[in-house]
């Protein structure tokens, strides 16, 4: 149980344009999710936190104007990288806090996203 | 700000054990988890630690000090396929976000 489905698993734009990515809770109702983002032989940085039904709360540094982060519903949430540019390529991942009791509260990742911008 | 450290390397051969330590400053803890990425891969989540102690999962258990702020992860019969990195990462709160170390590139060879 637990899963989160993470879509694409990658992606290639051009510069300029925008690039939707989206994490689903497929059997959970995930009310807290999590936007990572991780570069290569780097650690996973924290951009965002985002809760059902209100406005997502962002790490210092993480432009929430490039990164539009929507989490309309205990399923769905979404990550746009807007006007994308080569150095926003990098590897995306998601996180959902179950809200389970488990030995870890329940921390289930997305599979990812490599997002290549050329 | 929010420190974790760990060691940016291991080196082990097969069978052997090894130990990664995870030293922390954080505003807040609730617990300690560790997490194995392989490349290309999305983190999977191996042990946690809220209490000081051992955990021991199969091959795999985890230590916590928290008066120290310090824990490792211990894995043991090492084998090819646990070569990938590893990462440490503190709750600061229940169900809030976690933070992580900057990783571990273990290496098990022949």
């Known amino acids: 149980g637990a899963v989160v489905s993470q879509h694409p698993s990658r992606v290639i734009c051009k510069s300029g344009t925008s690039v939707k990515i989206e994490c689903r809770s497929l059997?959970?109702?995930?009310?807290?999710m999590f936007w990572y983002r991780q570069f290569p032989k780097q650690s996973l940085m924290l951009m965002a936190t985002?809760?059902?039904?209100?406005?997502?709360?962002?790490e210092q540094g993480v432009e929430k104007d490039k990164f539009l982060i929507n989490h309309a519903s205990l399923t769905l949430s979404t990550l746009t990288v807007t006007s994308a540019h080569p150095e926003d390529s990098s590897f995306y991942i998601c996180?959902?806090?179950?809200?389970?009791?488990?030995?870890?509260?329940?921390?289930?990742f997305g599979s990812g996203t490599r997002l290549t911008v050329v | 700000g929010q420190s974790l450290e760990q060691p940016s390397e291991v080196t082990a051969v097969e069978g052997a054990i090894v130990q990664i330590n995870c030293t922390y400053q954080t505003s807040g803890f609730y617990g300690l988890s560790w997490y194995q990425q392989h490349d290309g891969g999305a983190p999977t989540f191996l042990s946690y630690n809220a209490l000081d102690g051992l955990e021991e999962t199969g091959r795999f258990s985890s230590f916590l000090s928290r008066s120290d702020s310090y824990g490792y992860l211990l894995l043991q019969e090492l084998q090819m396929k646990d070569s990938a990195s590893y990462f440490c990462a503190v709750n600061l709160k229940k169900g809030g976000k976690l933070i992580f170390g900057q990783g571990t590139e273990l290496s098990v060879k022949p």
């Open positions: 059997d959970f109702q995930a009310t807290t």
């Open positions: 996180s959902a806090a179950t809200g389970v009791i488990r030995p870890n509260y329940g921390y289930t």
């Open positions: 985002s809760n059902e039904g209100s406005k997502a709360t962002y």
